[in-house]
């Protein structure tokens, strides 16, 4: 016997897409993402750039701190520190090891100018940057790509020989891509010190826990190894018209990914420490200081007030150079009348203390001024009080 279903069959419907529709989704997924893909790379471009500037601006004014506290520079860290080493991030000034022109421990020394005349040249320290011994955070010893800032000094001027310190005595020389050598004081390779952001590629940085992020190009990529092979000149890649910096990313021997810092303040050559007092410091400029002016018409020419708590000077002038005085009319003991109780002064004029006679006994008849009030007038014989201004 056969038995037959006679209920109702549903046909269900499966389709799905195909690959046409598949890839036109695709493309169409794709031109809305490629904006976004763009804007968002330029972004992350730009505060790797930001965070990079930030951290070494930070170390830079870290380390003007550091010589205004100690008269030297600090020594670096060394490169291969991991983040657990107890020493992590403390200068390090070595002995006799390495010897000029090698690395040893994560520091090498390389070999500058003879910065003082002695006969041979100058050495130069290079490692990572003494955040710890500097008191800055560790995320400002990394840059934007968070890898470790190179960091060389002069070593004679970290090491504290000099006596009294001067900025003059660096070793290290800083070239532009065009070849202009940037020589502070008009001394070639008088640099202090610098630091330097390996960039985008990592070539010559060490990472976090100390391990080298990648080698330093062949000789054939001239200005990328330039700042990685551990000698004491180094190039930053300059300047355009605009002021933006000449960073090139195309491979070759002209490929500059590089960021460096050098202290503009020691380039102008303007100021110096003084020989005499270290707290001190003299200028440098063989014409006119100008504040607050282009065109200054004496030594020292301030295009506005200036606010300080003591000055030093031989006298006072007005805008044009005349009716001057000497500061004792003011100040110690010339701002007098004649000692006596017999006269008072209200005041300074002609280059000397005004003096009147005292008021004669009698006159004033009424009650002295009140705590924190001064008399201005005496009307009927009343003292007329006002407050301090």
């Known amino acids: 016997m056969r038995v037959h279903n006679t209920g109702n069959h549903t046909k269900m419907n499966q389709k799905g897409f195909s690959l046409i529709e598949l890839s036109l989704a695709l493309i169409i997924i ?20 930001e965070q990079t500037s930030l951290s070494q601006m930070t170390i830079a004014r870290a380390v003007s701190d550091f010589v205004d506290a100690n008269g030297r520079y600090p020594c670096p860290t060394p490169y291969t520190r991991d983040e657990d080493a107890t020493d992590h991030g403390r200068e390090f000034c ?34 990572a940057v003494p955040y710890a011994s500097l008191n800055i955070p560790y995320e400002m010893a990394l840059d934007g790509w968070k890898r470790k800032i190179t ?17 003059t005595q660096g070793a290290i020389s800083i070239v532009e891509s065009d070849g202009d050598n940037l020589a502070p004081n008009a001394i070639v390779g008088s640099q202090p010190y610098l630091l330097v952001s390996h960039g985008d590629n990592g070539a010559g940085a060490y990472s976090t826990s100390g391990v080298l992020v990648a080698p330093c190009p062949a000789a ?46 020691g380039l102008n050559g303007l100021w110096s420490y003084s020989a005499i007092n270290n707290e001190d410091i003299r200028n ?16 020292f020419d301030v295009g506005g007030d200036i606010k300080a708590g003591t000055t030093h000077t031989i006298r006072y002038c007005d805008a044009n150079g005349a009716n001057c005085f000497t500061p004792d009319i003011i100040a110690g003991a010339g701002i007098s009348c004649d000692g006596t109780s017999t006269e008072a002064m209200p005041g300074i004029a002609n280059n000397a203390a005004l003096c009147d006679l005292a008021l004669p006994p009698g006159i004033i008849t009424g009650p002295p001024c009140p705590n924190n009030q001064l008399a201005n007038a005496v009307i009927g014989g009343q003292l007329q009080c006002v407050p301090y201004p």
């Open 30 to 49: 794709g031109l809305l993402a490629t904006p976004f893909l763009y804007q968002y790379n330029t972004y992350t471009n730009r505060r790797v750039k």
């Open 94 to 127: 070595p002995p006799a090891i390495p010897v000029p022109g090698t690395c040893n421990g994560g520091i090498c020394r390389a070999t500058g100018r003879d910065a003082n005349a002695a006969g041979g040249p100058d050495p130069v320290l290079i490692g």
């Open 151 to 167: 960091y060389a000094v002069s070593e004679r001027m970290a090491n504290g020989s000099i006596t009294p310190f001067d900025d």
């Open 220 to 265: 054939v990529n001239g200005r990328e190894r330039e700042n990685c092979d551990n000698d004491a000149d180094f190039e930053t890649p300059g300047l355009d018209a605009t002021g933006a910096g000449l960073r090139t990313l195309v491979a070759g021997a002209q490929y500059s990914d590089d960021v460096v810092y050098y202290d503009v303040s």
């Open 284 to 299: 440098n400029n063989l014409g006119y200081v100008g504040v607050g002016t282009p065109d200054p018409m004496v030594e």
